[in-house]
């Protein structure tokens, strides 16, 4: 081995997704194995082929609403959708929801299948990429641009949006993954874009005219215009809450963002076809130019708003925004502020291309320090122990998924659009640890044969990380399975050093 131990180490856990059996051993230049991985661009195009596209789950998603519309209609136009033997309801309301359900039913089964063949795909690139750097970036970008699957309008698309405008975008530039994540229906409708309309637009006006005559001039229901996009593009997705906005900048950017839709059910109905997964309604835009931070952006529709965005990605608040979540999540939970300022730099000077950035994170010796380390996320560690033990997943993610929810990060579902934290002390606790002891002991039941000397694996997966005391407690093992239990639990593989 060339290198120095703690290079190597850390070039596997702290830049990787942890080792797989024979990983430390191959490496003989680390910065050039984190090269080479950025030359070559994201893995697992076979495991992602053969997953529908985001129109696939649209289409799906209006045939559904169109059966359930039927339902509501009561008689009015009632037709099967699928196989014609939707049965009529009765105008007994308990008979009408049984027979909605049994409708729907064939959606919802569809809908479940196609969740976990996206939850199999993406740990099973996880677990035997020979690009853990770039994949440890793909779930990096995925958090920033934080999409909840707990908002069902959103569910179908999260895995999606990482498959479709994040992957391919990860070294590329970042002007152009966000404008494929702020057009994705993921994030349209998880913050409720498709609904946001102009107060002057000729919806807008419509809707004022039949509130008007309604009697109902209440301000704020006229437009419907809805700033929750523009103002996460501003405060998480680009410049940062710190970033020099104010409110009239988000109000600005969201009337831009007015339009910004997916295709409705409606047309997809008699044999409607949409050809892309994004629509810009521009009955539903709000005319005008558009101020914000400062510049002026010239009417132009749907070019308007990707103006803006392009603006924002280039703003030097987006670059150290960026940097520091960057240097953060690699190095440590407090970075060297001048790593930070060589990232910016590169970052602006390159034309927000991350490729630059990442090599530049690389050739920066704050990231190799000894000293800097992050306690593995529960998504870390069980991708660690999923690639250590060589654990196949067979297509069948709902094990993993039940551990990454008991661990408390459940895939695609935080809590807000900030996405999950990636401070190391908010994963310390006892009953986080405990946690951790008994998912151990699960994953040392489905270790790959191969590996069934203990602490040889034990050697070639922690390296110069295994202690004296890891490394008696696994000779001491009453069996393999408890020697692996043992490994998976030890403090060295808790943390990304």
């Known amino acids: 081995m060339n290198a120095s131990g703690n290079d190597v180490t850390a070039v596997v856990n702290r830049f990787g997704l942890g080792a797989k059996p024979g990983e430390l051993a191959s490496i003989r230049d680390p910065r050039g194995w984190l090269d080479a991985q950025i030359a070559r661009g994201p893995d697992g195009g076979n495991m992602l082929a053969g997953l529908p596209a985001s129109l696939d789950y649209l289409r799906e998603e209006a045939q559904l609403q169109l059966t359930r519309r039927e339902f509501k209609q009561d008689g009015r136009g009632r037709r099967a959708f699928l196989s ?23 959606f919802r089964e569809e809908a479940r299948k196609e969740l ?12 035997t990429t020979d690009t853990p750097f770039v994949e440890r970036l793909v779930h990096f970008w995925s958090n920033h641009f934080a999409v909840s699957v707990d908002k069902r309008p959103a569910r179908l698309f999260a895995a999606p949006m990482e498959r479709e405008a994040i992957r391919p975008h990860v070294t590329g530039r970042f002007a152009d993954m966000l404008l494929a994540v702020e057009t994705h229906p993921a994030m349209l409708l998880y913050l409720d874009n498709v609904r946001s309309v102009g107060p002057n637009s000729r919806l807008g006006r419509r809707i004022a005219m039949q509130l008007a005559r309604k009697g109902d001039m209440a301000e704020g229901k006229a437009g419907g215009l809805n700033e929750n996009l523009g103002r996460e593009a501003m405060e998480l997705h680009t410049v940062g809450v710190n970033g020099g906005y104010t409110q009239a900048d988000v109000t600005e950017f969201s009337r831009a963002l007015t339009g910004w839709s997916v295709p409705y059910p409606r047309d997809f109905a008699n044999g409607g076809q ?7 309604r521009a009955n539903a835009h709000e005319p005008g130019a558009r101020r914000v931070m400062g510049r002026t952006f010239a009417a132009g529709g749907f070019e308007q708003g990707k103006a803006i965005l392009d603006f924002l990605a280039r703003q030097p608040a987006t670059a150290k925004h960026l940097s520091l979540q960057l240097a953060q999540h690699f190095v440590s939970d407090d970075p060297p502020q001048s790593l930070v300022d060589r990232m910016a730099k590169t970052y602006l000077d390159h034309d927000t291309d991350l490729a630059a950035v ?22 870390d560690f ?5 690639r250590a033990g060589q654990i196949e997943l067979d297509g069948k993610p709902q094990p993993v998924l039940a551990l990454l929810t008991n661990l408390g990060e459940p895939m695609f579902d935080p809590r807000s659009p900030a996405g999950f934290t990636d401070n190391s002390a908010n994963w310390i606790d006892a009953d986080g640890l405990w946690k951790r002891v008994q998912a151990a002991e699960a994953f040392s039941a489905r270790v790959a044969p191969t590996n069934a000397q203990p602490l040889a694996f034990a050697q070639d997966i922690l390296g110069p990380l295994l ?23 030890c403090p060295a593989f808790q943390w990304r050093v």
């Open 358 to 379: 990442y090599r530049t994170l690389v050739a920066s010796p704050e990231a190799w320090d000894a000293g800097a380390r992050k306690f593995r996320t529960p998504q």
């Open 84 to 106: 014609g033997d939707v049965q009529s309801a009765s105008q007994d309301g308990l008979a009408n929801a049984a027979a909605l359900k049994q409708a729907l039913k064939p």
């Open 116 to 127: 976990l063949a996206e939850a199999a795909a993406r740990y099973q690139i996880a677990t």
């Open 382 to 386: 069980v991708i660690a122990a999923l």
């Open 274 to 280: 949409p050809q892309s997964a994004f629509v810009f």
């Open 467 to 489: 202690d004296e005391d890891t490394a008696q407690a696994i000779k001491r093992a009453e069996s393999a399975r408890q020697a692996h239990a043992t490994l998976f639990a």
